[in-house]
Each structure stands twice: as C-alpha cells, then as structure tokens.
C-alpha cells in the first residue's frame, strides 16, 4: 500500500475510531422526546464499554499492520491516534486500549505486561501506582525485545506518558470506573474474608442476601485517600462510621468511632496505627439518624424496656430471619431510624 495513503488512513481513522467507538450512551444525544426514548435506552451499554475499549485497540494496530506491515512504529502511531480521539470526545486515555493493542503488536511482550501488571495491582493499592506501573512496563518490555529500533522505544514510551497525563486529567465518571475497575470494595461485593476481615466480608454477605445493611466501602491499609473519596458521594450533614473488621478471629474487640465528613480519612488512619500489628481493613458507614439502637442475643433475644413495642417486635424478626439463614450468629447490633431497623454489626 502506497506509504502516504496509509499514513493518510491512520491519521484519519484512528482518531475517528477512538471517539465514535463507545457505547451509545456515551457517543449519542439523548433523545428530545422522553416519549420516544432511542432504541438502544433499555439496553445496559456499560458491560460493553471495557470490550469496546479493547477492540478500539485491535483494530487500531490491525490497520498499521495492514498499512505498514514491515514497519511496527506505525502500530503506536496508530494507538496514539485512537487515545486522541478517545480523550477528546470522553476525556479518557484507555489503559486498556493500548494493552489490547500491544498485545496484537507484540504477543509475548503483552503477555509478560499483563502478568507482571495484574502482580503490581495484587500488590499495590494507590489507583495512581497501579496506572503508572501498567503503562511503565510496555516501553519496558519494548526495550527488552527491540532495543535496537530506537524509534519504536520512543514511541511506546511516550505513548505510556501521553495516557498516564490523560489518565490523570479524565472525568470524574470515566475516574470513577477506573476506580472501580481496580480498588472499590464495598459492601455489595463478593468479599474476601482473609482481606477484609470477618465483619465486613458477614456484613456483605447479608446485604447480598437481602438484608437491611447500611452502604458501605472497605478500605486496606496503603489506600489512597483519592480511592475513598471517588467512591462516596460525601455530604456534610450526617455522620460516618469507620469501624474496625480484623482478619484474625483471636484478634483486639471491634473499634468503631463516629466522625463528621472532614474526618474521616484521619479516623482510617488511627485506626490502622492502633492495630498496626493485626491483619484488619477498615469500614466506612454513612449512618442516618437513628431514633433507637441497642445490641441483642441472637440465640436468646431480649429487649429493653425503653425500647417502643412496634420496634421491639421488628428488630425481633429480623433476629428471627438472623438465626434462619445464619444460626451461627451470637449478637446483632442495630439501629432504627423510624422506618428501617438496619444491621449495624453482627458477631
């Protein structure tokens, strides 16, 4: 193919590749008459986003080839195009596209990136860490294999620079999904007992079940600060809970305290310095208002007297429900806020 006609086709479908390729939602109006909504409104486009992503990548790198089949430079001119287009109609670079991409550029180097990278996400914690480490090890690896084609080193390392400064600048949505994608423990996932502890990893599974558990995130030591607040939706009128869920079963009681908004990063933080010798995650509540609230022996439940007989015999039956579905349950702390009896803490 004619060197200027391919070159012509990369500068021009690339960019157009990365801003049009998205999901409908993203890449579309909505409609102006809510009584005629498009035909894609009902679908769930969000499962699709990631694959769209990589196949942004593919083709990207399928095109230069095609173009270019004896010149691999043109392969990250290619992806560099697409993350143009991509930051410039969604605001985000995509990790994944340039990983997808470099894989087809070069298997065996894509594959030691994807090992080496899901080790550094096992390991480290910090979203930024986890971004720069991905996007570090490709011109690594580049310069490993092809140390001898400078231009190529050059152009896969500046490309890995370009999308970690998009990674930084993107939405606060596309932000969020990223986050999500490596670091959001919260209460309604499937949870691992020898990260987050017995008390979060009980707490997920009745909320799982159909439980009234409060929302809530759990946070590890090493977190970044940035993590939590992309999680939460924050609002100065109402309190937090940052209570204690160790790992070991022989470890110190539960430690809870209620802070305001601005505190809350400091309270996961003494927490984690007052059992800095103990495997526990922290997590992180917003609680409503509670009118009453009170512990309870699941195997022989009683009430207080100052407790009102309607609450009474609510927060009895959910003991009830309780000991059905987990009888291994010894005492329930809960709190109602005049509609809800919730599940504060279990043990």
Known sequence: MNQLLGAGLIFVIC??????????????RKSVNPSRPMP???????QWS?????????????????????????????????AAGRF????????????????????????????FGLIGSIILRENRQITFVWLMLMPLMTVLRDSRSGVLVLLTAGLAGILYGMEQRQSP?????????FRAD?????????????????????????????????????????????????????FWLVRSSFVDDSASDVASELVGL?????????????????????????????????????????????????????VLALVDRLNEELNTLETLEWGYDGKQVWILQVK
Not at 279 to 288: E, F, G, L, N, S
């Open 15 to 28: 960019p157009l590749l990365g801003a049009l390729l998205l999901p409908p939602e993203r890449s579309r």
């Open 88 to 115: 410039w109609r969604h605001r985000s670079g995509g990790i994944l596209m340039m990983l997808s991409g470099y894989l087809l550029h070069n298997p065996i180097s894509g594959m030691l990136v994807l090992v």
């Open 173 to 181: 949505e596309t932000a969020k999904a990223t986050s999500q994608l």
């Open 50 to 82: 990631w694959g769209l992503e990589i196949l942004q990548g593919l083709l990207a790198v399928g095109l230069a080839k095609l173009c270019f089949p004896y010149d691999t430079a043109w392969e990250m001119i290619a992806l560099m195009g697409v």
């Open 262 to 314: 601005q505190s809350i990063w400091a309270a996961i933080v003494a927490l984690f310095e007052s059992h800095s010798g103990e495997r526990v995650a922290a997590i992180v509540q917003p609680q409503p208002d509670y009118l009453y609230a009170g512990w309870v022996y699941c195997q022989a439940p009683t009430m207080k007297a100052d407790v009102p007989t309607p609450v009474a015999e609510k």
């Open 186 to 238: 919260s209460l309604n996932d499937d949870l691992n007992p020898a990260a987050a502890g017995e008390l979060a990893t009980t707490l997920s599974l009745l909320k799982r079940q159909g439980f009234p558990v409060p929302m809530g995130w759990v946070i590890y030591p090493g977190d970044d600060p940035e993590s939590l607040s992309k999680m939460i939706k924050p609002r100065d009128d109402r």
């Open 40 to 46: 894609w409104s009902s679908i769930d486009w969000s």
